[in-house]
């Protein structure tokens, strides 16, 4: 569906749809999926984060306790801000995909379609406090974006974006410490010799591995690095698992190392085969910044806690995307595989919508209350 008008209006008109055809029709596919979030009530979650929402660092709490001033009990305004910074982050992940896989624009509306309709990240949209996860991945693939524009056009200005990107979004929160080693991953696989200055691969892989945070992979790796690795296979199967299959997973733990065996051996042929720069980063991307996470434990059945994968979802739509343009390069498979991301868009758009529906059963409608601080 990301790519399918607009292929068929090149075919017809002999030229290529420019960027402003498929951003529009990401809107649309953006409104077609969300527009019955709306009128979701806020949960529990959201008033504890609403209480804790004050005028301080980190931002998002500051934006948090903004919203509250200036929104009261109009729950609408509050998702209107989420769809805004989602449709931001949308339009991020399109340029930045055109400097990773260097393909036509219809890769890039992919990916940005892939992960705006992941239910796994639902938590991060429908919440109406989810600006605490959006604000940081926004500035997160803004960072990303900049830094891969750099790469095609050195300019000192562009890094000093990337810093401050960085800088007002994600550094105060250790959720996103493994920004800055994904950003390094990008640079080694996207840069031309002599592109990048050696301190700038200094400042990211000190911000990521500053105490305590340095230690976090090394801890990770040794505990228990299925539960830490398992959970990204839920990035390209957003269902969640069945309580059986959990359980069973929790009682035999040699099925889920099993599994995380077979996954990163997946990713190796793969890699072997397509030779794609992008494709590399992406995934060796998510596995970067699953490590650098603090371990917490996540729902497998229900997918609570699947905010904090939002990088890793658009990393693995990148590497999906990635996927099926070395698949389209092949001539009997170039119509198959716009059918293919037609077919996987509409079943994504499925699931993102039941993920709606069952956020909507479990608002509060009591009203929200915050004291003036002064």
């Known amino acids: 569906m990301a790519n399918n008008s607009p292929e068929n209006a090149e075919k017809k008109s002999g030229r290529p749809a420019g960027p402003r055809t498929f951003l529009v029709l990401n809107f649309i596919y953006l409104l077609m999926v969300y527009g019955p979030s709306l009128w979701i009530l806020p949960s529990g979650a959201d008033r504890a984060g609403l209480a804790d929402a004050a005028p301080r660092l ?37 340029f930045f995909t055109r400097h990773a896989l260097r393909g036509p624009w219809w890769l890039g509306s992919l990916v940005a379609v892939l992960t705006m309709a992941n239910p796994l990240k639902s938590e991060a949209v429908l919440r109406i406090t989810g600006v605490d996860l959006l604000w940081p991945m926004l500035l997160s693939v803004a960072a990303l974006l900049m830094l891969a524009s750099y790469l095609d056009t050195p300019r000192v200005w562009k890094l000093a974006l990337v810093n401050l990107f960085l800088i007002a979004g994600p550094a105060f929160d250790p959720v996103w410490r493994g920004m800055g080693m994904v950003l390094t991953c990008y640079a080694l696989l996207g840069a031309e010799d002599g592109k990048v200055p050696r301190w700038f691969f200094l400042s990211f892989l000190a911000y990521s591995l500053f105490p305590p ?8 790796l040794l505990s228990a690095p299925h539960e830490v690795l398992g959970p990204l296979l839920l990035v390209f199967y ?21 599994e995380v065996a077979v996954a990163l ?110």
């Not at 709490?61 to 982050?89: C, K, M, S």
């Not at 059986?244 to 035999?252: H, K, P, S």
């Open 58 to 94: 980190p931002l998002p709490l500051a934006l948090t306790w903004a919203e509250a001033r200036l929104f009261g009990d109009f729950f609408p305004a509050y998702h209107l801000v989420n769809l805004a910074l989602l449709y931001g982050i949308m339009v991020c992940l399109f």
């Open 238 to 258: 957003p269902i969640g698992l069945l309580p059986e299959t959990v359980a069973r997973l929790d009682r035999y733990c040699w099925l889920a190392w099993a």
């Open 265 to 374: 051996g997946g990713m190796v042929l793969l890699l072997r085969k397509t030779r794609s720069r992008g494709l590399c980063f992406a995934l060796l991307g998510m596995l970067l910044f699953r490590l650098l996470q603090p371990w917490q434990t996540e729902d497998l059945v229900h997918m609570t806690g699947g905010g904090r994968f939002l990088m890793p979802i658009a990393l693995g739509s990148l590497a999906l995307t990635g996927l099926f343009q070395g698949i389209s390069r092949h001539p009997k498979w170039a119509r198959p595989v716009i059918m293919m991301t037609t077919v996987l868009c509409v079943i994504f758009f499925a699931l993102q919508w039941r993920a709606i529906a069952s956020w909507r059963e479990t608002g509060d409608p009591a009203p929200v209350h915050r004291e003036d601080p002064g």
């Open 213 to 220: 945070y340095g230690t976090i992979a090394l801890q990770n």
